[in-house]
């Protein structure tokens, strides 16, 4: 049901719109006043799906090649997937040390949003933007599925377009997506209430079958301190249509707009 500049948007429109017809907002911003840079590597796959998501959301799209060091002028910044540098070492290692991280390190430290999908999320963690790592699958087998995951907080930058406890169906698909931390971290994670996406099953339960690739605590999406970094491994830009089998992950977009609206 998405369709261009925001029209047809069916339950996420209200999210969208709620911040800039807001009375106290004397000259709300467009979505096109928002420019949200796609960072590429080589090796990125999943770029122009996150191009598509923003653009018929409204956003400005900038896409942005990993030797750029410019991100003036951009009002968010995403990490798609993909199999940056093919995943040698481990994936996401050599891209975290692409020209355009350091730019993306001091955007995140100044408060500016920042979404890594899937191999974006193991980036952010190889580049120390989010605790823990990604590891190999239970199995050692690459996960190519839909996917449940239950929103743990709906009061994020990412999330403010659900509600807790909602389910949402997203793809995944990775071999390297097993979230694992040591405990102190997971505790701090949990009790933080930095866990944003966790792994379950259509009706909302935590078991041992929803979960796709062994993560520990089911943990399918972390945020940092700040809450203006988020990583998950799911792709909810390839859940922006019902051609595709599910409009759930348009509430990403939706929320990340939404919020920058706020700000504005």
């Known amino acids: 049901m998405l369709s261009y500049r925001g029209e047809r948007l069916g339950p996420?429109?209200?999210?969208?719109?709620?911040?800039?017809?807001a009375p106290t907002a004397p000259k709300p911003r467009p979505a096109a006043a928002f420019r949200v840079a796609v960072v590429r590597f080589p090796g990125s796959n999943c770029d122009e799906d996150t191009c598509f998501a923003l653009e018929h959301l409204g956003f400005g799209v900038r896409r942005v090649w990993h030797t750029d060091t410019d991100l003036k002028g951009s009002d968010a910044v995403v990490l798609p997937g993909g199999f940056s540098y093919?995943?040698?070492?481990?994936?996401?290692?050599m891209a975290a040390l692409s020209p355009?991280?350091?730019?993306?390190a001091r955007f995140a430290a100044r408060g500016g949003p920042v979404l890594g999908i899937c191999n974006g999320f193991q980036l952010l963690t190889e580049a120390r933007l989010l605790p823990g790592a990604l590891a190999r699958n239970t199995g050692l087998h690459f996960v190519c599925r839909r996917a449940?995951?239950?929103?743990?907080?709906?009061?994020t930058p990412f999330t403010n377009a659900y509600r807790a406890g909602q389910v949402l169906a997203l793809p995944v698909a990775h071999g390297e997506g097993r979230f694992v931390a040591d405990v102190p971290?997971?505790?701090?994670?949990?009790?933080?209430?930095?866990?944003v996406f966790r792994y379950a099953t259509p009706a909302g339960e935590v078991t041992a079958e929803a979960n796709p690739n062994g993560s520990l605590n089911a943990i399918a999406g972390v945020t940092n301190e700040r809450g203006n970094v988020?990583?998950?491994m799911p792709h909810p830009e390839r859940a922006v249509e019902a051609l595709l089998g599910s409009e759930d992950g348009?509430?990403?977009?939706?929320?990340l707009l939404s919020a920058l609206a706020g700000a504005a």
């Open 250 to 255: 348009v509430g990403v977009f939706a929320s």
């Open 185 to 195: 971290t997971l505790e701090r994670l949990e009790g933080e209430g930095r866990v």
């Open 12 to 21: 996420w429109t209200h999210a969208m719109t709620a911040a800039t017809t």
């Open 230 to 232: 988020l990583g998950l």
């Open 100 to 104: 355009v991280m350091s730019e993306v």
């Open 148 to 155: 449940f995951v239950r929103v743990e907080r709906a009061d």
């Open 86 to 93: 093919g995943d040698y070492l481990r994936s996401g290692a």
